[in-house]
């Protein structure tokens, strides 16, 4: 059975960065599709990052340029990195992995940016 569990939410002032790491068991992250998306509140759940199991990547246009998603292979996690935070950015974080009804989703992590 396939696990994900988000940590390296909180809260932080725009402008500053946080570090979001998923880490998974019951499957390997390596080679297949991985992605990071956001709700806020009263709002659906978006995509925010994605990384197909060839290693290309895709971003939402709010937050290409501040935000970036990788693979630690040896520690079976995916993390997102977020630079240049914006309130607007505020958010539960999802962490995915595959595609479809399939798909294995984590808990969350909450994401507050102050402004």
């Known amino acids: 059975q396939v696990q994900l569990v988000e940590s390296g939410g909180g809260l932080v002032q725009a402008g500053g960065s946080l570090r979001l790491s998923c880490s998974a068991s019951?499957?390997?992250?390596?080679?297949?599709?991985v992605a990071w998306y956001r709700q806020a509140p009263g709002e659906q759940r978006d995509l925010v990052a994605a990384?197909?199991?060839?290693?290309?990547?895709n971003y939402a246009d709010s937050v290409k340029g501040r935000f970036t998603i990788s693979r630690d292979n040896a520690k079976n996690t995916v993390s997102l990195q977020m630079n240049s935070l914006k309130p607007e950015d505020t958010a539960v974080y999802y962490c995915?992995?595959?595609?479809?009804?399939?798909?294995?989703w984590g808990q969350g992590t909450q994401v507050t940016v102050s402004a």
């Open positions: 019951g499957t390997n992250v390596s080679i297949r599709p």
């Open positions: 995915k992995v595959g595609l479809g009804p399939s798909a294995s």
């Open positions: 990384m197909t199991g060839g290693g290309g990547t």
